[in-house]
């Protein structure tokens, strides 16, 4: 069994290793960072065979290659990177909070950083904005691509050797990639019944269908999956049986469901029985509230701040992740900046096996080339230069606590305003969604029509419409659950999607309230 890694192991790791290359775009690989216990891990296997037609006719790009090349001893007349005194940045000035206070009310606790466009030259820092501001390799600069290495080698610790990370410019992008590297026209993938509407529209370009797997309290029902795989007929489908999963197994979006430990391990050994390829999308993976499933919504089982065990003990608590499970190398797992850091990054990180992931890079060549350079140097400065990794931990940690207070204020606001003789919900137990469930049975259109399934999925729609308009005209605006259903297939219920991540507090119990009056005006509940 490999021994344990720890963050404060990581200064004496780098010493050993070495120091970056402070090169402009150097071929990077985790190989440079990992830990020496990686290397006693046997290899993942090949998943060559699930390369779609475009995968397998790309290569890498020549230009590129040939800047392997380069040495100290090398002048290059090959590549057209512009020199850096023609660009009109001189420096960059970022105010980050730091780790003993992250509330923007204190402005005392904040920490200036300036980056200057020489700044590796004259030894002030390992990146700055003449390596940042110009072409990037494809896979992230070294001081990212270190920074996030070392972070999966001590919070995920694949079962596997050859396991690498690559930068992307974020997890909508790294998805048209996955489907473009995995897929081929006509292939079915699997996914949760409703599941993120973005990956449905990402595969329907490149002709990719999707088939909508069960779920229950805890997401997607490894038993379903099973069934469906066993019985795939090709002549009725069309189509081979598919062989790409894509879960959202925390705080999944819609419906807020988490998967529970021994979940992941069943749906993982249907994986390995049916020969499976995982893509594991976990933007919310560090928001898990760690409460029980009642309406108890008091966060009081966290550990005090106090604790100096707190970042062991916030990760400690956290499910394990696909990718730590992951003893055959099928998993690709995509982590995000959006949902913790911001957005507007567009810059983020996933994990795989090395052979799948040098098809992305191959494919980044001659797409993205890399994300913002100014980006990554923004998040470079901030993650390893301010905060290190417990202080990144801790940031987690503190959004996880922000967003269990967001989450307890809507349970407690559909309480006191929705009526529960039509509407009932779940406890998320991680994320920012809720995903409220109204009987549409008992509404005035469904009485006048007979129980027909045409008709009854006819009347849904026309309900849920209904529903939506209403609220809209109250003043809230939430999310049809049809829009996220998989595999055009009409659902037998009726749910609407809230967030919790953007309104106000006295915000969210307003919108709460207004959408408790749309159902009730749409019910004729007290009228």
């Known amino acids: 069994m490999s021994s344990a890694l720890n963050f404060s192991d990581i200064p004496s790791l780098r010493q050993k290793l070495g120091p970056l290359t402070g090169d402009i775009a150097p071929v990077t690989t985790p190989i440079m960072f990992k830990s020496p216990r990686c290397f006693h891990k046997p290899p993942a296997k090949s998943f060559q065979h699930r390369l779609s037609q475009e995968a397998l006719s790309r290569g890498s790009a020549t230009l590129k290659t040939a800047g392997t090349e380069l040495n100290a001893d090398v002048i290059s007349l090959a590549t057209g990177r512009p020199a850096p005194e023609y660009f009109p940045f001189l420096n960059m000035t970022l105010d980050f909070p730091q780790s003993s206070n992250f509330t923007e009310d204190d402005q005392n606790s904040s920490l200036s950083e300036t980056i200057g466009k020489s700044d590796i030259k004259t030894n002030k820092a390992s990146y700055d904005l003449a390596i940042s501001l110009n072409y990037g390799y494809s896979a992230g600069s070294e001081q990212l691509i270190r920074f996030f290495t070392e972070h999966v080698d001590v919070v995920r610790n694949p079962p596997y050797s050859d396991w690498q990370c690559s930068l992307t410019a974020g997890t909508t992008s790294a998805l048209d990639s996955v489907f473009r590297t995995l897929c081929n026209r006509g292939h079915y993938i699997m996914t949760e019944a409703y599941t993120y509407s973005a990956a449905l529209e990402a595969a329907r370009p490149f002709g990719i269908r999707s088939i909508g797997v069960q779920m229950d309290e805890e997401g997607m029902v490894p038993a379903h999956l099973d069934n469906l795989l066993s019985g795939w007929d090709v002549s009725e489908r069309g189509a081979s049986k598919p062989f790409l999963l894509y879960i959202i197994p925390t705080g999944q979006n819609p419906t807020g469901t988490t998967q529970s430990l021994q979940r992941r391990k069943d749906i993982y050994a249907v994986a390995e029985k049916h020969d499976l390829y995982i893509i594991e999308d976990e933007p919310y993976y560090f928001l898990q509230f760690q409460t029980q499933k009642t309406e108890v919504y008091a966060n009081s089982d966290q550990p005090p701040r106090s604790d100096p065990k707190l970042v062991e003990t916030f990760l400690n608590n956290l499910i394990p992740s696909y990718l730590s499970l992951d003893v055959s190398g099928r998993v690709l797992r995509l982590d ?38 100014l980006s990554q140097l923004a998040l470079h400065t901030l993650l390893d230069g301010v905060w290190g990794h417990e202080g990144f931990v801790k940031w987690l940690l503190y959004l996880r606590d922000e967003y269990t207070q967001r989450r307890n204020i809507t349970l407690e606001s559909c309480s006191k305003y929705l009526p529960r003789n039509i509407c009932s919900w779940s406890v998320p137990e991680a994320g920012m969604f809720h995903w409220i469930k109204v009987d549409w049975r008992v509404h005035s259109l469904a009485a006048a029509y007979s129980k027909a399934d045409y008709v009854a999925g006819n009347i849904i729609l026309k309900t849920e419409d209904r529903i939506y308009s209403t609220a809209l005209k109250k003043g809230v605006l939430c999310c049809k659950g049809s829009a996220f259903r998989a595999g055009g297939v009409q659902g037998c219920e009726i749910y609407f999607r809230v967030t919790y991540a953007t309104a106000s507090l006295p915000q969210i119990e307003e919108a709460i309230a207004r959408f408790g009056m749309a159902i009730k005006e749409e019910f004729e509940v007290g009228v």
């Open 336 to 373: 995000s900046t959006s949902k913790i850091l911001a957005p507007g990054l567009r810059c983020s990180w996933m994990t795989g096996s090395a052979d799948i992931i040098s098809r992305f890079l191959y494919l980044h060549d001659a797409t993205i080339v890399s994300p913002s350079g």
